[in-house]
């Protein structure tokens, strides 16, 4: 019996580690999805070079508005390219607001491959950016993941405000939601730490979320916003990937909320 036990565990162990091997080595192609080049930019809006700390050169799109009341620092989430979030980028410089979509490493064309490392280099870009183009107070947007990169810079250099859309509280937590057959959280080479972060930083923080989202539990968001002592906005009946949770009255009212 115990002959023939043997093999069989021993079998199970090597799928177990296959398995496990597979997930660690290609964890970043199942976080980040990437779209290729974006195209030229739409109207009202111009290609930008953006250098980062590590000598990496990015395309990301600038929306100018002359007298602007803010500039916007928009952060997306972990899929796509910059074409995708144009619509919230008009809706903004529609009610006078500056807007630098920032695209990161590996996606729409730019060279170099994401990381949290990496990404935070590229938001530090972006701002640099937007401190050498305007006099404008700053606001940071951050789309999902994009929440945890622009909460990281948001501890280290305060804006007038942040609007974190359908964050996560930290990508292990939303991993095992996904993924519940693995240890998401010892298998992790990134953390975005978006409820750290938001906890740390001085800057007011709202959080909107939609109560039907089937990629970030409603849950977490909450926790985000609770934990920056800051108001959440609920869209009821959204999902995370729905037009109203692009450019919809409850986003764009979030971030006009920071420049009246």
Same mark, same amino acid.
Request: cysteine-free.
């Given at each position: 019996?115990?002959?023939?036990?043997? @093999?069989?565990?021993?079998?199970?162990?090597?799928?177990?580690?296959?398995?496990?091997?597979?997930?660690?080595?290609?964890?970043?192609?199942?976080?980040?999805? @990437?779209?290729? *080049?974006?195209? !030229?930019? @739409?109207?009202?809006?111009?290609?930008?070079?953006?250098?980062?700390?590590?000598?990496?050169?990015?395309?990301?799109?600038?929306?100018?508005?002359?007298?602007?009341?803010?500039?916007?620092?928009?952060?997306?989430?972990?899929?796509?390219?910059?074409?995708?979030?144009?619509?919230?980028?008009?809706?903004?410089?529609?009610?006078?607001?500056?807007?630098?979509?920032?695209?990161? =490493?590996?996606?729409?064309?730019?060279?170099?491959?994401?990381?949290?490392?990496?990404?935070?280099?590229?938001?530090?870009?972006?701002?640099?950016?937007?401190?050498?183009?305007?006099?404008?107070?700053?606001?940071?947007?951050?789309?999902?993941?994009?929440?945890?990169?622009? *909460?990281?810079?948001?501890?280290?250099?305060?804006?007038?405000?942040?609007?974190?859309?359908?964050?996560?509280?930290?990508?292990?937590?939303?991993?095992?939601?996904?993924? @519940?057959?693995?240890?998401?959280?010892?298998?992790?080479?990134?953390?975005?730490?978006?409820?750290?972060?938001?906890?740390?930083?001085?800057?007011?923080?709202?959080?909107?979320?939609?109560?039907?989202?089937?990629?970030?539990?409603?849950?977490?968001? =909450?926790?985000?916003?609770?934990?920056?002592?800051?108001?959440?906005?609920?869209?009821?009946?959204?999902?995370?990937?729905?037009?109203?949770?692009?450019?919809?009255?409850?986003?764009? !009212?979030?971030?006009?909320?920071?420049?009246?």
């Amino acid at each position: 019996m115990r002959g023939r036990v043997l @093999p069989w565990s021993v079998a199970v162990v090597t799928i177990v580690a296959v398995v496990l091997g597979g997930a660690f080595a290609f964890q970043r192609k199942l976080v980040f999805l @990437p779209s290729g *080049a974006a195209g !030229g930019p @739409p109207s009202g809006a111009h290609e930008v070079v953006l250098t980062t700390g590590d000598g990496l050169r990015l395309t990301a799109w600038h929306f100018p508005v002359a007298d602007a009341r803010a500039a916007v620092l928009v952060a997306p989430g972990n899929a796509g390219n910059r074409s995708l979030r144009a619509p919230l980028a008009r809706a903004l410089a529609a009610r006078g607001l500056s807007v630098l979509l920032l695209e990161y =490493r590996g996606f729409g064309g730019n060279p170099g491959s994401p990381s949290e490392e990496g990404l935070a280099l590229d938001v530090r870009a972006a701002r640099d950016f937007l401190e050498g183009s305007t006099d404008a107070p700053l606001v940071y947007f951050g789309e999902s993941l994009g929440s945890a990169v622009v *909460a990281e810079l948001a501890v280290e250099h305060p804006p007038t405000g942040v609007v974190l859309r359908s964050p996560f509280t930290d990508l292990a937590a939303v991993g095992r939601r996904h993924y @519940p057959f693995l240890p998401v959280r010892w298998l992790l080479l990134d953390e975005f730490r978006t409820v750290d972060h938001v906890a740390r930083t001085a800057a007011p923080v709202t959080v909107v979320l939609g109560d039907a989202d089937s990629v970030v539990p409603p849950e977490q968001s =909450r926790a985000v916003a609770d934990a920056a002592g800051g108001r959440a906005v609920v869209v009821p009946g959204a999902d995370h990937n729905d037009r109203v949770l692009l450019d919809g009255p409850e986003v764009v !009212g979030a971030v006009l909320r920071f420049t009246s």
